[in-house]
């Protein structure tokens, strides 16, 4: 093992298994994934520290536990296709890009879009595409989709996202306040959405049509 293999395995037994993750693909995801090619170089030290890092623009790179608990709650077999609002540094996008059988994410800001392209394309995954555009509005064309996940705050479950969320399908994001929430996993009924509310967290807020106004 590299030191980055083994800081990603201390991560995943010390920050993940320990708090009860327990599914094994995505254990292995986790372990796998080189949390250290999606933060900026100056910080690249604290890759695999349990906490949110700053990835530019005002945005973060999730702690990773958080990814690993909602990707967990996503329930991926193998065979889904899953929808990514906040592709930030492309991080949380390649866990599911090992999970699933494709991933589309939207990015608003183009230079993390375009970062996020290159290093996923360096690390040879074909199975996931990288949106610039409003999440918000979501990516109707390449729906409808098995799993939603959000990885920004808003203020509740945008309604595009539901009307693009196949029947059964799941949505996981962090919904409340702008600088406080709660992870919510929601099953589509319908067209309404069988909520639950997890634990609370705190993430940037998703900015857009059917979120926050950028302040």
């Keep these: 093992m590299d030191r980055y293999e083994k800081l990603r395995y201390w991560m995943v037994e010390s920050q993940i298994i320990e708090r009860g993750i327990r599914d094994p693909r995505v254990i292995e995801a986790m372990k796998k994934v080189p949390r250290h090619l999606f933060v900026p170089e100056d910080i690249v030290d604290s890759a695999y520290d349990d906490r949110a890092l700053p990835i530019g623009h005002g945005q973060t790179i999730s702690q990773p536990y958080i990814v690993a608990l909602m990707t967990e709650l996503l329930e991926l077999k193998g065979d889904e296709k899953v929808l ?16 699933a059988k494709e991933v589309h994410t939207i990015e608003r ?19 996931i595409v990288v949106h610039i555009r409003d999440g918000t509005e979501g990516l109707p064309e390449h729906g409808p989709y098995d799993r939603i996940i959000i990885t920004a705050a808003t203020p509740d479950i945008p309604p595009p996202l539901i009307s693009q969320l196949k029947e059964g399908g799941i949505i996981i994001a962090p919904v409340g306040e702008r600088w406080s929430q709660h992870i919510l996993k929601a099953f589509k009924k319908g067209e309404t959405l069988e909520r639950h509310y997890l634990i609370p967290v705190a993430f940037v807020p998703l900015i857009g049509k059917f979120g926050w106004q950028e302040s």
């Design 109 to 127: 800001i183009e230079e993390l879009a375009e970062g996020a392209k290159e290093i996923l394309k360096n690390l040879g995954y074909k199975n």
């Design 84 to 99: 990514e609002i906040g592709t930030g540094s492309g991080y949380q996008a390649a866990v599911l890009g090992e999970l």
